[in-house]
């Protein structure tokens, strides 16, 4: 089965822009979850979907970062503005059921200059 | 808040070898422990721990988990250079979402020739 897929690999940006990463699960995953690591630091929590609908969205930063997965597919995570803070590697993981453990992506690096 | 710490922070030995990696936590209403394992870029699951004591095992690889002391350790016998990656501990606690991990900052093994 293809596994998480995430794109792009890597982006630069300017502080201000506007980013848009996607994440695309495994197919028949209802269970879809973001996560970041700044550099230094470790992997956190940013949000889970379950099917279209946000669970838990207490990981998210702030009002500039939204996350919508609309028709419980794939799903998007916009910052913007970005702010230099923003960078790091931006993971997308997704499960069958809560209990699973999750398959990852490949993560974007986000690069805010 | 919840942790997870694991040490040693980094870790290089030779081919043939045996490595323990411990994890610690400290996590309201723990569901389970979860070992990773991260060579370029998707960590890739290796285990996941909900009863103290029963030791899983693939191949080299074992972890076992002590619920008292909260703490769970990774053991790799007769390592290989393809065994040089970061290794990740994650637990999952209920919080707001039915599964939500929170990471240590991994361990670093090099495994030298």
């Known amino acids: 089965e293809a596994g998480v897929t995430q794109f792009p690999s890597h982006s630069v940006i300017e502080k201000g822009q506007t980013v848009t990463l996607r994440c695309d699960p495994i197919?028949?995953?209802?269970?879809l979850y973001w996560y970041r690591r700044v550099m230094g630091k470790e992997i956190k929590f940013l949000l889970h979907?379950?099917?279209?609908?946000?669970?838990?969205e207490s990981g998210m930063p702030n009002n500039r970062f939204l996350a919508e997965r609309t028709g419980g597919t794939y799903s998007t995570l916009k910052v913007q503005p970005a702010e230099l803070e923003d960078s790091g590697v931006y993971f997308c993981?997704?499960?069958?059921?809560?209990?699973?453990?999750?398959?990852f992506g490949s993560g974007t690096r986000l690069t805010v200059v | 808040e919840d942790k997870v710490v694991q040490s040693p922070l980094s870790l290089v030995v030779h081919e043939g070898d045996t490595v323990t990696l411990n994890c610690s936590y400290e996590?309201?209403?723990?569901?389970?422990l979860l070992w990773y394992k991260q060579e370029k870029k998707a960590p890739t699951f290796l285990f996941m721990l909900?009863?103290?004591?029963i030791e899983k095992k693939s191949g080299r690889l074992s972890s076992i988990l002590d619920k008292k002391e909260l703490s769970s350790i990774l053991n790799i016998t007769a390592t290989q250079t393809g065994d040089s990656a970061i290794y990740l501990c994650?637990?999952?606690?209920?919080?707001?979402?039915?599964?939500?991990?929170?990471f240590g900052k991994g361990t670093l093994l090099t495994v030298n020739p």
């Open positions: 909900t009863s103290s004591g």
């Open positions: 994650a637990v999952g606690g209920s919080g707001g979402s039915n599964y939500k991990l929170t």
């Open positions: 996590v309201t209403n723990f569901r389970s």
């Open positions: 197919s028949g995953h209802d269970n």
């Open positions: 993981a997704s499960s069958q059921d809560v209990r699973d453990g999750y398959t």
């Open positions: 979907f379950v099917k279209e609908s946000k669970q838990d």
